[in-house]
Structure formats: structure tokens, C-alpha cells
């Protein structure tokens, strides 16, 4: 069964700085696809970036990229020049290419703290 | 997310009482999933489903049943309400026609059952 890890509960980054947040997945599959998702604390789930397994390239979208290791089974997010309104807990999230369900399967979060 | 909510948004029940939250969305997406997110085990999906009358069970499915009589609305039901049901509920849709892989989510329904 595939797994998500995100290992770090917490983290926290001065304002303006660069932070990194890990995420590890556990699958034998080659196709798949990775996600990371914010939720601020109004709760609401919103996509920040997604990556093809297929595809050799980091996704980056703005501040925000990814280092995607397919032998590591490792999917890091960095987010650059970090604001306050990028406090929020992100998730890690996996889906298997072949699954007609288009199920999710998620890593436990990580909290990040901003400070200014 | 503008496509997508969820009614109602916070329910106070008692135990054994039944209780029926509803996910209605405006963008014609085939699939709509509900999920409960927990501290400590992030989103688990509940069921989903793939279609009018199309459902499945996701891995967390024990005391709960599910309906989607129109496109636009995925209803979960909890039969008899337990303490272990208390949980902030998502509902979430997709399409491989338009969203492909990705799922949006709404608002979140925070439930406690006492």
C-alpha cells in the first residue's frame, strides 16, 4: 500500500527567508503524481503545486517549487522569499496513475510558521 | 472553491442522532469525494463517487453511507452519530476532462458529536 511521510510536524522560517518541507512516499509504482496543498486557517484546502512522476522537470509555480527525487521517493517543497499569508499547514498528497477512483492518498501535514 | 460548498458549515449533535451533510458544486465535475481530516492523519478519504449513483467506499467508510441523486450534489449520511465522528468533514471534486488529477476542495464541515 502506497504511504505519504511528511517527518517534520512543525516548521518555522523568519519572513523573506527560504524554507524547505519534506515530504517521502512509499510506492512501487512508476506513474504517479505528487501534490502539495495549503490549508490556512480558515481551513480551506487549496492546491500549490503538482508534479508528474513521468516528468524529469521540478514543477515551479512562482515562489513556490518542488525537488523531486524518483529514486529518493522524495518530494520537497521550497518556498522562497516566504510571506506571512504563506502561514498554513501543508499536506503532501500521492496518486497513483492507474487508479480510476483518482484517490489521494495523504501525508499527516507539516505547520508552518512565518515569522516577521 | 468558488464551485464548491458545503452545508452546513459547523453541526452540533448529540449521540445516535442521524446527520446528513451535504456538498453541492456549480462546475459539472464528474467526481466528488468526501473526506474527514483528523489531527495527526491528515485528509482519509470516506467515499466517493464516480457519477449519478455511482459510489464507492474509500478506506475510512465503517458508519457512513452515501448519495448523489443529481450531478451536482454528493450527500453523506452518518446513521447513528458516534463521539469518533466528530471531525472536520471535506467534500472535493474533480474531472479528467477539465481538472485531470487535481482535486478542489470546499469550505470543510466542522461536526461534534457529544
Known amino acids: 500500500a502506497q504511504t505519504v511521510t511528511q517527518s517534520q510536524p512543525e516548521m518555522s522560517v523568519q519572513e523573506a527567508e527560504t524554507v524547505t518541507l519534506s515530504c517521502t512516499y512509499d510506492?512501487?509504482?512508476?506513474?504517479?503524481?505528487l501534490f502539495w496543498y495549503k490549508q490556512p486557517p480558515s481551513r480551506q484546502m487549496i492546491l500549490v503545486i503538482r508534479q508528474e512522476a513521468y516528468k524529469q522537470q521540478n514543477a515551479t509555480e512562482n515562489r513556490f517549487s518542488v525537488n523531486f527525487q524518483k529514486a529518493a521517493k522524495s518530494f520537497s517543497l521550497k518556498i522562497s522569499d516566504s510571506q506571512l499569508g504563506d502561514a498554513a499547514m501543508y499536506f503532501c498528497?500521492?496518486?497513483?496513475?492507474?487508479?480510476?477512483?483518482?484517490?489521494?492518498?495523504w501525508g499527516a501535514g507539516t505547520k508552518l510558521i512565518i515569522k516577521p | 472553491d468558488a464551485g464548491i460548498t458545503q452545508s452546513p458549515r459547523h453541526k452540533v449533535t448529540e449521540t445516535g442522532t442521524p446527520v446528513t451533510l451535504r456538498c453541492h458544486q456549480t462546475e459539472n465535475h464528474r467526481y466528488m469525494y468526501w473526506y474527514r481530516q483528523d489531527p495527526g492523519h491528515g485528509l482519509r478519504l470516506i467515499h466517493y463517487s464516480y457519477g449519478v449513483k455511482d459510489t464507492d467506499k474509500g478506506e475510512v467508510s465503517d458508519g457512513y453511507s452515501v448519495s448523489r441523486s443529481k450531478t451536482e450534489d454528493f450527500l453523506l449520511t452518518l446513521e447513528s452519530a458516534t463521539s469518533s465522528q466528530t471531525s472536520v468533514y471535506f467534500c472535493?471534486?474533480?474531472?479528467?476532462?477539465?481538472?485531470?488529477?487535481?482535486?478542489?476542495f470546499g469550505p470543510g464541515t466542522r461536526l461534534l458529536v457529544l
Open positions: 472535493a471534486i474533480s474531472d479528467p476532462a477539465s481538472t485531470g488529477e487535481t482535486q478542489y
Open positions: 510506492t512501487s509504482e512508476s506513474d504517479y503524481y
Open positions: 498528497a500521492y496518486r497513483r496513475l492507474r487508479d480510476s477512483n483518482y484517490q489521494l492518498i
